[in-house]
């Protein structure tokens, strides 16, 4: 039984920058450090997390007065943000700037006076946050679209000024059959940048697509409650493999490998590569050899540290600054 490995897979550098981001602030400050919300969706890495001392809550009244908190990956609305700043909470934002970037263009809308319309997922905490940062006061609002069905019973004030934004862990083909419907529907729309979407979710997405074609039997590392994750799973799926999310080697049942010649692994973008070693030594200890990672883009996209967190060096005059 052939193993092939998906490229890239695992971390993106939104990942990357809030796990950092909390360690950071941990070996600076000393536990304990609160963090609202999951930083990221992975259990093995938030009991990491937990083990050096951050404390994660759901809510910010969770977290006392003169604490520091850090805001997730996957950001906040204005309200929570409001909150920290009247509590006097010491606050480090981990949220994805490619999230930030349609913050940015929600708030642009709204001052507008347009109605923006967010393609995403009830409950995601993603979407929480985006549609917290609309200010209605302009005379706007903002709706959630979740499917075409729901684009045909859309109600509108201002049908020619609308503007649409969609959650990043969602990619070009998880949105299409969405946007082309609010397109013929709402011939003027504004739609996104095309460097909105998040690289991240495009490539892996990519990637299991060139990997489905040559197994039968596709595992995707990540957490039940991670997008992207189950995204890969489902479009393993679409691409007629039999296709599992497993949290840890643990979780593959052997009888999935009966009569498989070839089996991919892969990882959504808040999985470590430690797990997926993991789950690759538990199908090698079940027949599976041949190892090849296929290969696939090259990511060196890296988001910097806040300010405050970021190594000092002396510069030529001696003088200490952070590390760009």
């Known amino acids: 039984m052939k193993l092939l490995l998906a490229n890239p897979r695992g971390f993106c550098a939104g990942v990357d920058r809030a796990i950092e981001i909390v360690e950071r602030a941990l070996e600076l400050f000393g536990a304990p450090i609160y963090v609202r919300h999951e930083v990221v969706h992975n259990r093995f890495v938030v009991d990491g997390l937990r083990a050096k001392g951050a404390v994660f809550v759901e809510e910010l009244e969770q977290v006392p007065s003169g604490a520091t908190v850090i805001f997730s990956a996957h950001g906040v609305s204005a309200a929570v943000e409001s909150e920290a700043k009247e509590r006097g909470l010491s606050v480090f934002d981990a949220t994805c700037p490619l999230v930030t970037k349609v913050h940015m263009e929600v708030k642009r809308y709204a001052t507008e006076g347009r109605d923006v319309l967010l393609i995403g997922h009830y409950g995601h905490p993603e979407v929480e946050g985006t549609m917290g940062r609309f200010d209605?006061?302009?005379?706007?609002?903002?709706?959630?679209?979740?499917?075409?069905?729901?684009?045909?019973?859309?109600?509108?004030?201002?049908?020619?000024?609308?503007?649409?934004v969609s959650q990043t862990t969602l990619s070009v083909d998880d949105t299409r059959e969405i946007i082309e419907a609010l397109q013929q529907r709402f011939p003027t729309i504004s739609a996104p940048n095309k460097g909105d979407i998040c690289?991240?979710?495009?490539?892996?997405?990519?990637?299991?697509?060139?990997?489905?074609?040559?197994?039968?039997?596709?595992?995707?590392?990540?957490?039940?409650?991670?997008?992207?994750?189950?995204?890969?799973?489902?479009?393993?799926?679409?691409?007629?493999?039999?296709?599992?999310?497993?949290?840890?080697?643990?979780d593959i049942d052997p009888q999935w490998l009966q009569g498989i010649d070839a089996v991919g692994v892969t990882a959504g973008a808040s999985a470590p590569e430690i797990l997926v070693r993991e789950v690759v030594e538990r199908l090698q200890s079940l027949g599976a050899h041949q190892e090849e990672e296929l290969e696939g883009i090259h990511e060196s996209t890296r988001f910097s540290l806040p300010q405050a967190l970021r190594p000092m060096r002396p510069n030529a005059q001696g003088q200490w600054r952070p590390v760009a």
């Open 136 to 164: 209605s006061q302009h005379g706007g609002q903002i709706h959630l679209v979740e499917t075409v069905s729901q684009v045909e019973q859309l109600q509108v004030g201002r049908p020619d000024s609308l503007a649409f």
């Open 199 to 250: 690289y991240a979710t495009q490539n892996r997405q990519d990637a299991v697509k060139q990997l489905a074609e040559q197994v039968q039997l596709l595992l995707v590392v990540g957490a039940a409650n991670s997008s992207n994750s189950n995204r890969l799973r489902e479009l393993g799926e679409r691409r007629g493999c039999e296709a599992h999310l497993v949290a840890r080697a643990s």
